[in-house]
């Protein structure tokens, strides 16, 4: 066989020069050094993807990390109004600058760009993947530990694009026991594996709701299969989070930096711990 040229083109062998896949991944820009993405994801929406989301960043903030969000729910931003943030973004000639919250974390969402927060997006699904690139290769995220992705529900061309384009080091699955459990992890297990992308664990949230009188867990949707799902797929179960008034407060008043619960410690601790993921 004659020398590989490298010009799959003109040749027909079968070698390890053609198989090898062409990675998407884009590269940060000269002002970004985001050091590990965290993708988190749901099946459906309204289970609590974005609260999860500031969550993670707010509670590896506490722990001193510096931690930023990327809103990829391009349609139906809610990042921006969890933290209480109406300013909007401002650019250099080098690109977007993210918004700082209270504490520091970074924020880069479509609502940051529209001149009103109630500007509808009505964009073709390429537009929309675009945008999200755009957050990753043109905002000037500066020095991150941990950035996290508030993906749109489900498994369309954004969180494609996200895994594609992306170097997403984990996954954290949001789940409600409502949801149809066992299909929705599935699907989004399937896809990580896909992907290659290891799930870190899984949140259900709005399990339990504290009676009031006694502080006892009551069950509202009964007992959950999200345990006996996540044991199946062999994805940890890293947090069962309540229904909660004053949480539900904290985000619609955009003061969710005062979380004061210990809930999410597991997940915290998985995120901290999660290696960095050797991309190909
Ligand atoms: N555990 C909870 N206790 C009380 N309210 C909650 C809880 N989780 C979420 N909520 C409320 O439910 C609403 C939806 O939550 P959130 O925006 O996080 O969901 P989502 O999955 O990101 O939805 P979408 O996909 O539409 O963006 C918000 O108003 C939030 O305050």
Redesign the pocket.
Known sequence: MSECTHDCSSCGADCASRNKPESLLEAQNAFSNVKKVIAVV?G???????????LLAVLTRRNGHSTAVLDA?IT???IPK?FGIREKAMGTEDGILPVESRTGVKLMSVNLLLENDTDPVIWRGALIAGTVKQFWTDVLWGDVDFMFV?M??GTGDVPLTVFQSLPVDGIII?TSPQELVGMIVEKAAKMAKMMNIPVLGLVE??SWIGCPDCGKKIFPFGESQTAKVALEEGIPLLAQ?????A??K???TGVIELFNEDWMDPVISAVENCPKRIQN
């Open positions: 749901s459906k929406g309204g289970v609590g993807k974005s609260l999860v989301t500031s729910d139906g931003p809610s969890i508030d749109p529900p949001v949230n709005m989070l309540p229904i909660d008034p949480v539900a904290e985000c619609d």
